[in-house]
């Protein structure tokens, strides 16, 4: 029996259960439908292992902040905010195992690598400053993804940073480490 198209039966009107099917290959068969490939539970739970373990530890070194006086205190103990985004971030993690596994499809593109690199001299740069080393992520985050007005990345090189300061040094009332910028707004 001759073998046809997709065209040729849909012209004379044959549906996908009127052709004759034939067998694939072995090696025809996509990577993750071989039998004893087993990625989709690794690809599945790598990620989601690797934020909460992240988190662990962060939370971990939360506990070796300093506490205020019941007396002293004037808002929340300098942990409790770290450890509440943390516990969030955990919970969501579950969340997302749970309604929407990931699903690799294909290797990791450049621009991930880059963002993981900035992120890296973000994390370096925070020995000198905190607040410059984020205006200093903002700006290189914002010109990696794409952004080429001047003015649009001074003003996140301006705004993030202050923004971020200025709502917890005034309104959570959490004191920064010593820096080359906090040292002029601390004295």
Not at 99 to 117: F, Y
Request: charged residues 15%; aromatic residues 14%.
């Amino acid at each position: 029996m001759p073998q046809r198209s997709h065209e040729d039966s849909a012209q004379q009107g044959l549906t996908q259960g009127d052709l004759p099917q034939r067998d694939l290959p072995q090696h025809d068969l996509p990577q993750h439908d071989l039998p004893g490939r087993d990625w989709h539970r690794f690809e599945r739970w790598f990620i989601p292992c690797l934020i909460i373990a992240f988190c662990m530890v962060a939370f971990w070194l939360t506990t070796t902040f300093k506490t205020m006086p019941p007396i002293l205190k004037r808002g929340i103990q300098p942990s409790d905010f770290p450890q509440l985004l943390l516990g969030l971030l955990v919970l969501l993690t579950l969340f997302m195992v749970w309604k929407d596994p990931i699903r690799v499809k294909e290797r990791m593109h450049r621009s991930t690598w880059g963002t993981i690199l900035l992120f890296a001299v973000f994390a370096a740069t925070t020995a000198i400053d905190l607040f410059l080393a984020l205006a200093i992520f903002a700006v290189a985050m914002a010109a990696y993804w794409g952004e080429r007005r001047v003015p649009m990345l001074g003003l996140v090189g301006l705004v993030v940073p202050v923004a971020i300061f200025f709502i917890f040094d005034q309104v959570f009332e959490i004191r920064f480490p010593r820096g080359l910028l906090t040292n002029l707004w601390y004295g």
